[in-house]
């Protein structure tokens, strides 16, 4: 998979440091401040290989992105759950989430996720 990665993340300050540590590992990433800007991007044609998503966004949420046509359409990539919110693994299951980064994460374990899920070596 050599899609770029969507970056779901409200907190600017925290998307920016993701960002920019996923393109120093040499990956592409599209920022998203919310679940309507990820799925305009989505509805755009971008087919990412993995998506980073916050679930606790301003407007729509992040479940609600998940439950999204549009997702689908672009591929149905693979979902990483990044919050501050404990959810239940069942709920997880429930929407096919491919991995869940409980906030605060370390840089290391994201790029190990990333990297697992997209099969890409750095």
Not at 45 to 59: Q, R, T
Not at 104 to 111: A, E, R, Y
Request: hydrophobic share 40%; glycine share 10%.
């Amino acid at each position: 998979m050599n899609g770029p990665i969507l970056l779901v993340e409200d907190d600017e300050p925290l998307r920016k440091t993701i960002a920019r540590h996923l393109r120093a590992g040499g990956r592409e990433v599209l920022e998203a401040d919310s679940a309507e800007d990820a799925l305009e991007q989505l509805a755009s044609g971008v087919a990412p290989s993995l998506v980073i998503l916050d679930i606790n966004l301003p407007g729509e949420t992040g479940w609600d992105l998940l439950r999204s046509e549009v997702l689908r359409a672009a591929g149905d990539p693979p979902v990483v759950v990044a919050t501050v919110t404990g959810i239940r693994p069942r709920k997880l299951r429930e929407f096919g989430v491919a991995g869940y980064l409980p906030k605060p994460f370390p840089l290391d374990t994201l790029m190990a996720t990333v990297q697992r899920l997209t099969g890409d070596s750095e």
